[in-house]
């Protein structure tokens, strides 16, 4: 694929009730790159993530997935943009209780999903660690575990971009690094990963970190620790409330 999985250019989007929003945002994501979204409360970091993933229709600016510009799609054209090239990891897992993990992992083919066969949905389980618990369900198994089993069905269907909201928010630190862990291993097999987090031990597995405040891209930190990051944050979060201004 020649073109970039992500390419976002001054989008733009803002809520009536006067919620954060994003305001002329720019950026781009190479195939196999981890970027990492962070900022204050309410500087706009999911905004920009729903944006960027076609849940949010922006109201300026562009955003290109896959060289293909979803701001000017349609329904069921941006469904099918959505289905075909994005995985989804959120925070709450998404997961059907009612089902085993592997039928967790196949649902997606249900609704029109690209076809799946059992092998290779048993396949991205084992690459998540997760081979022995294919026939669980997800009230049997730890965070950690639904967690990686959400990313095995983000990872099955080999879309190009992986939108992960808070995939550690609600995990203890044994879970969240199982978790970060899984999304390394998306990575190293040419996956690109956007995600958004609050944590900066978090932040501090992705190769670059994007700031927001107010809506707008503050700064971005490439290879920075997790003390760095936090640090960074703090001075983000001065800024947010004019702090020094």
């Not at 002329?24 to 905004?47: D, H, I, N, R, Y």
């Not at 992992?105 to 092998?119: I, N, T």
Request: with cysteine.
């Amino acid at each position: 694929m020649n073109e970039l999985p992500l390419k976002m250019e001054g989008v733009s989007f803002h809520y009536k009730a006067g919620e954060a929003g994003i305001d002329q945002v720019g950026l781009e994501c190479s195939t196999g790159s981890w970027t990492a979204v962070m900022g204050p409360s309410g500087a706009g970091k999911t905004t920009l993530l729903y944006c960027a993933s076609g849940l949010l229709p922006v109201q300026q600016g562009s955003v290109e997935i896959a060289g293909q510009n979803i701001a000017r799609m349609k329904e069921p054209a941006l469904t099918r943009m959505r289905r075909d090239h994005i995985g989804f990891v959120f925070q709450d897992y998404n997961l059907v209780e009612a089902f085993t993990c592997l039928q967790n992992v196949m649902l997606p083919q249900l609704f029109g999903g690209p076809k799946v066969g059992v092998a290779q949905s048993l396949q991205a389980l084992k690459i998540l660690g997760l081979d022995g618990y294919a026939q669980q369900y997800p009230s049997d198994i730890s965070g950690g575990q639904r967690q990686r089993v959400a990313i095995a069905r983000a990872l099955v269907a080999q879309p190009d971009m992986i939108f992960a909201d808070e995939p550690t928010g609600a995990l203890d630190t044994r879970s969240s690094e199982m978790v970060l862990d899984a999304l390394s291993t998306l990575v190293e097999s040419g996956r690109t990963v956007l995600m958004v987090t609050h944590d900066p031990n978090v932040a501090a597995w992705a190769q670059r970190t994007f700031f927001l405040v107010d809506g707008t891209v503050h700064s971005i930190c490439q290879g920075y620790t997790a003390e760095q990051l936090s640090t960074h944050l703090t001075s983000m979060t001065q800024v947010g409330q004019g702090v020094g201004r």
